[in-house]
């Protein structure tokens, strides 16, 4: 079963940057498709950003231009990195193991458990 935990949030200013870190201690993250989502209290989980086992990637229309995904393998670590944040990115970030995408961005669905997740806090 698919284990990662997220790290790397905090209070932050609008404009900064920001690397959130997923992490796993075996190496999956080479073998699977890797996704970030994000959720505010009393709102859904959306996914925000996909990176496949060929490394390609996809992102939500919402994000696009801001937010970067990619991968360490070696480390076996996948990244998110926000640049630049907005208050709109308020959020805990997860993630998780995900189905390849067979009909679009959003037809990925979550393959393991859901963790703790990073809680990212963008001030104004």
């Known amino acids: 079963q698919v284990q990662l935990v997220e790290s790397g949030g905090g209070l932050v200013h609008t404009g900064e940057s920001l690397r959130l870190s997923c992490a796993a201690s075996?190496?999956?993250?080479?073998?699977?498709?890797i996704a970030w989502y994000r959720q505010v209290p009393e709102q859904t989980r959306d996914l925000v950003a996909v990176?496949?086992?060929?490394?390609?990637?996809l992102y939500a229309d919402s994000v696009k231009g801001r937010f970067t995904i990619s991968r360490d393998n070696s480390k076996n670590t996948v990244y998110l990195q926000i640049n630049p944040l907005k208050p709109e990115d308020t959020a805990t970030y997860y993630c998780?193991?995900?189905?390849?995408?067979?009909?679009?961005?959003?037809?990925?669905?979550?393959?393991?458990?859901w963790g703790r997740g990073t809680q990212v806090t963008v001030s104004s």
């Open positions: 990176i496949r086992d060929d490394s390609s990637t």
């Open positions: 075996t190496p999956i993250v080479s073998a699977n498709h």
């Open positions: 998780n193991a995900v189905s390849p995408e067979l009909a679009g961005f959003q037809s990925v669905r979550p393959l393991g458990s």
